[in-house]
């Protein structure tokens, strides 16, 4: 069966051939099989890797975003040079040019209810590499519609999770996650942060599962929520398995883009500093003034003297804050630090992106102070930084 394979190929692959579970014909049917990437950021990094070392005949990659300097130090393959331009674009050329014998489908464009099952279908098997709650919905709900099974992943801090859904009619995401959870329960992942290793080690887990699926070989993590912890070095599996109440997808919803850079992690422990209590109300039609970078920075020149309250962690506030900042309090002990903050006196309030501090104000206004005199910066300190100063670094 060599004759299969030309001569580049057989030396290319040399290391998968003389493997018994793989072979000559097992490499054809990685030359054959077709994989769509979603996200080429931390995930998507390793997996698109991977997968074209591996000869995977054609790769799909679809991403909307910009490589950011912020991304490199997890987003391996990206590079310096590469600030600035189209995710997708990047991670093609870098595939191509380790493997040119494949075939890249570039997508630059967030995958959405209008385009999933056009892109899925068409594609043997589908790699989440996503950063976000609803997209991970609309994916299982594609791939169950289409029929293609998807490896899926997350990463938040030093935890890890990883399993396969839609595989020869096994458990898929809702039978796992049936509801989105909380949106204020649930750490935003760019507040969060997450160790540069942590989506090397979990996205080389998603490329070893899709390249299992292909050749036919092993048990494929089907039904297993396969936990990682980093600072441990453990490894650990959750059963779980079909919920027969579910009914079967037949068309696609309504994916909540309010949730969106959010982790559903089952098992992570946050420092207890920086949950929330139970009971706060993160609640849209809260009526807190959000306040744009230049509007703030507008009435501050004219004579606007508000009390500034910065509520990320000590550890963000290193990196940079406002040089006006009167005080900082993590938004989880606002409750516990009330009479720090003035009453009767407007109170600016910043944090990363905007959604801390809105929380933040509502707390306020849950608590007796005046909700006129709560200003939550929208955008947060990155618009400060974008819009007024851009001599403050960005993170």
Known sequence: MAHDLSADEIARYSRHLILPQVGVKGQIEISKASVLVIGAGGLGSPVLLYLAAAGVGRIGIIDDDLVELSNLQRQ???????????????????????????????????????????????????????????????????CEIV??????????????QCTVFNFNNGPNYRDLFPTPPPADKIPSCAEGGVIGVLPGVM???????????????????????????????????????????????????????????????????????????????????????????????????GGWEPFVLDVRTEQESEIVSLSFTDLLIPVAQVP????????????????????????AGILLQKMGFDVDNIYSLSGGINEWSLKVDPTLPRY
């Open 76 to 142: 391996v393959i990206h590079g310096t040079p590469q600030v600035g331009l189209p995710k997708v674009a990047s991670a093609q050329a870098r595939i191509e040019s380790m493997n040119p014998l494949i075939k890249v489908e570039a997508y630059h464009a967030r995958l959405t209810a209008e385009n999933a099952l056009d892109i899925i279908t068409g594609y043997d098997l589908v790699v989440d590499g996503t950063d976000n709650i609803p997209t991970r919905y609309l994916i299982n709900d594609a």
């Open 203 to 301: 996205g080389t887990i998603q490329a070893n599962e899709a390249i299992k699926i292909i050749i036919g070989k092993g048990n494929p993590i089907s039904g297993i929520l396969l936990v990682y912890d980093a600072l441990e070095t453990r490894f650990r599996g959750l059963k779980y398995g079909k919920d027969p109440s579910r009914g079967k997808v037949s068309e696609l919803g309504t994916y909540d883009e309010s949730m969106l850079c959010q982790s559903e992690s089952l098992t992570h422990q946050d420092n207890s500093s920086e949950k929330l209590p139970a009971d706060t109300p993160i609640s849209k039609g809260q009526n807190i003034h959000e306040i744009s970078a230049i509007m703030a920075n507008e009435k501050k020149a």
């Open 336 to 359: 516990n630090n009330i009479q720090s903050i003035p009453k009767g006196k407007d109170v600016l309030i910043y944090c990363h992106h905007g959604t801390r501090s809105r929380t």
């Open 147 to 160: 029929g293609v099974p998807w490896v899926y992943a997350s990463i938040y801090r030093f935890e890890g």
